[in-house]
């Protein structure tokens, strides 16, 4: 039993480790990715410790775009009445720059 228990304790750790870093964060109410410090700041962004799992360099990353608009999910921004802007904001390619008019 014991070893059965330690078994499935490694395989639930290598999954957690393995969780791919680019997921999605939240830091009072803003949207943000996760992603390394050094692609942040290359990007303009802010790193913000505390909110992603994984490595420690592996943070929340928020960003400021447009004229006071911000990095959101394209799926967010739409169902907030934004329009996205692409290849403004660090992450993966849904994560767009939201403006309101």
Same mark, same amino acid.
């Given at each position: ?12 750790? %290598?999954?957690?480790? %393995?969780?791919? %870093?680019? /997921?999605?964060?939240?830091?009072? /109410?803003?949207?943000?990715? +996760?992603?390394?410090? #050094?692609?942040?700041?290359?990007? *303009? /962004?802010?790193?913000?410790? /505390?909110? +992603? ?6 943070? +929340? ?19 907030? #009445? ?8 660090? *992450? ?10």
């Amino acid at each position: 039993m014991t070893k059965l228990f330690l078994f499935i304790s490694l395989i639930i750790s %290598a999954l957690v480790w %393995a969780s791919p %870093a680019s /997921g999605y964060c939240i830091v009072n /109410g803003v949207t943000g990715t +996760c992603i390394s410090t #050094g692609d942040c700041s290359n990007q *303009g /962004g802010s790193s913000f410790p /505390g909110y +992603c799992p994984g490595p420690t360099d592996i943070q +929340c990353c928020l960003k400021n775009c447009l004229n006071g608009g911000w990095c959101l999910d394209t799926r967010d921004c739409k169902t907030d #009445g934004g329009q996205s802007h692409p290849g403004y904001c660090p *992450g993966p390619s849904n994560i767009q720059c939201c403006t309101w008019q």
